[in-house]
């Protein structure tokens, strides 16, 4: 994991415990990262639906660290939703051929390149390329530039303008001069246009690829969606190639194509070198989606804005006076899950950062449950009712005795006092009380 993840997760460890809410709210902001990350709003929607069901179903919000448990059900949804598992390619007949489609600019002919260079490289083979692009010269040479690069040999027809006899021709050269693989670089445009996806089907229908690879661009975002669509439903292609990545685009459209076309990603492309090339692993993608900060942070994000709204919450109550029992026990019975005392003060709002440090003593508030428990819902919102008599009968009801019970109002009191204090700014103040 990274840093970031780490650290997120160290925050998200001391942060008590998830509530219903909270999940709900974590979840708006996953979604929201999401579709920043140019994932599609229905598929958005969809993960963090099952999100939230796997969510519940394991009972984060019983969990000593729910934040941990939410953000490993991300990763592993995040994992599944790109495919799970790495998928390679096929390379049966001999020559095995590879067919390269997308459109122009998104790097078919530098992944021509790459992909002849990882194959001879590691799986010791020998690879021809072939220039199918016939429309810009530049295009024809810019694969033989390549070709000299890596030292891979280079199919093209000069002169010729049909790709489809020279995809055809050349899977005759190569079986000639003994390449067992074959890969076609061709044409693209800068939108899909039915010329171009005419063409491309019939070097399809002409040369059965074993590999047919659609190329995106990874930072075109939503656009990628519609590209693979389009590709997809002429070709029904086998997999996806998902250059760019060495910038800082977040993979969303990973995410997307596989959802919506559902083609594994087979490979990434990380820079324009040749050897900028990665067999792709949906793991180490949701590792990088969530390391670059984008659901983690907002996991976290999301669980702060809840804290706050929750403080801003009692703030009003306390304004009002309105600061009960109800809601003593409530911050009491949070901490239980966590098992802290100094973890109770944390939650109290604003306090949290200023008392961090100060020792407090766990036992301290034994019995303070019990006490609770014993009262009526009125005493519990208006303790001044609490008279000498429902002293006693709060004592007897609880196994405590009236000194306890005194001395619970009294804490309960400047607690109160405390946080009215804060309110106007006195934090100092109430740091020197505690202090003493
Ligand atoms: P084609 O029109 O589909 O053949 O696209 P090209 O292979 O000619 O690539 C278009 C541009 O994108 C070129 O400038 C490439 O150097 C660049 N490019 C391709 N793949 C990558 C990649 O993975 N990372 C980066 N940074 N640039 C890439
Ligand atoms: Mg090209």
New binding site residues.
Partial sequence: LSDKLDKALHVLKGHGSITEVNVAETLKEVRRALLDADVNFKTAKEFTNRVKDKALGQDVLTTLQPGQLMVKIVKDELTELMGGDTVGISLKSSPSVILMS??????????SGKLANYLKTKKTKKPLLVAC?VYRPA?IN?LHVVGEQIKVDVYSEEGNMDPVAIATNAIAHAKQNGHNVVIV?TA?RLAVDEEMMTEIANIHNAITPDETLF?VDSMTGQDAVNTAKAFNDKLNFDGVVL?????DTRGGAAISIKSVVNKPIKFI????KMD?IDVFHPARMADRILGMGDVVSLVERAQEQFDEEEARKLQKKIAKNQFGFDDFIKQIQQVKKMGSMKDLIGMIPGAGKALKDVDIDDDAFKGIEAIIHSMTPEERSTPSVINGSRKKRIAKGSGTSVQEVNQLMKQFDQMSKMMKMMQGGGGRKMMQMMGK
């Fill in positions: 997308g459109l122009q600019g998104s790097g078919k002919t530098t992944f692009d295009a810019q670089d693209g190329v250059t760019k990545l060495d910038g492309g990380t820079g324009e900028a």
